[in-house]
């Protein structure tokens, strides 16, 4: 089977998106390239009966080459980011996650940026810029994304939900969940009062900080 670890792989992360209360019912979606090709939850499929091969593989110019069922309406976001996003740290873009996380989407009503309440946001950028809102599965969504994405590694979607990438499903997904966290204590420090915010020059330092996190 083509893209069979890929497949496998999307399987599990489309089904830890429900588990994780990042998606409801058949919302959200995620892909996983390997060179040309990149295999994408299908649409409108229940996550938890999925399996790697109901998973749609397409070639880079959205041409469907194996798989009988239709990829995600989103497909052209997906694509949008492994043609023209970039790392900026010059990593592989392998790998994206969208989600439509409670309080990420409510942040996204509220703001163009989200605020600096953790330095965890840097794991994605030096800010993460809320994406103007365009109707789901156009191109005019995925340009509005890429505009918001640029020399980050995601973005809010206005009124919509969130996207990350990564050099594997297991980092853009844990960009989603950090994401999602940020926002939902933003929401509930605002609800309280009136949060302190890092300044920007802190959550650069911390851009910088993370190139060096890990396990080498």
């Not at 996550?47 to 239709?70: F, M, Q």
């Not at 409670?102 to 309440?117: C, D, Q, W």
């Not at 953790?118 to 340009?143: C, F, W």
């Not at 969940?177 to 009136?194: D, H, K, M, P, S």
Request: glycine fraction near 10%; aromatic fraction near 6%.
């Amino acid at each position: 089977m083509i893209l069979a670890k890929e497949r496998l792989a999307v399987c599990e992360f489309a089904r830890r998106m429900t588990t994780g209360g990042l998606v409801v019912g058949t919302s959200g979606n995620v892909s996983a390239r390997q060179g040309e090709l990149i295999a994408v939850t299908p649409t409108g499929v229940d996550y938890a009966g999925l399996r790697p091969e109901d998973v749609p593989v397409v070639h880079l110019d959205g041409k469907i080459v194996d798989g009988s069922l239709e990829p995600t309406s989103e497909l052209p976001m997906h694509l949008a980011v492994y043609r023209q996003a970039a790392d900026p740290d010059g990593k592989a873009v392998s790998a994206v996650v969208h989600t439509h996380s409670v309080h990420a989407t409510a942040v996204s009503t509220l703001v163009t940026e989200v605020p600096a309440i953790h330095y965890m946001l840097a794991s994605i950028g030096p800010t993460v810029r809320v994406a103007s809102y365009a109707t789901y599965g156009t191109e005019e969504l995925a340009k509005t994304m890429l505009e918001a994405m640029e020399g980050r590694r995601g973005c809010l979607l206005a009124n919509h939900g969130t996207i990350t990438f990564g050099d594997s499903l297991g980092s853009a997904y844990s960009r989603a969940q950090q994401l999602e966290w940020a926002c939902q204590v933003w929401l509930t420090a605002r609800a309280a009062g009136t949060p302190n915010l890092l300044p920007p020059a802190e959550i650069e330092h911390v851009v910088e900080k993370l190139r060096g996190y890990g396990q080498r």
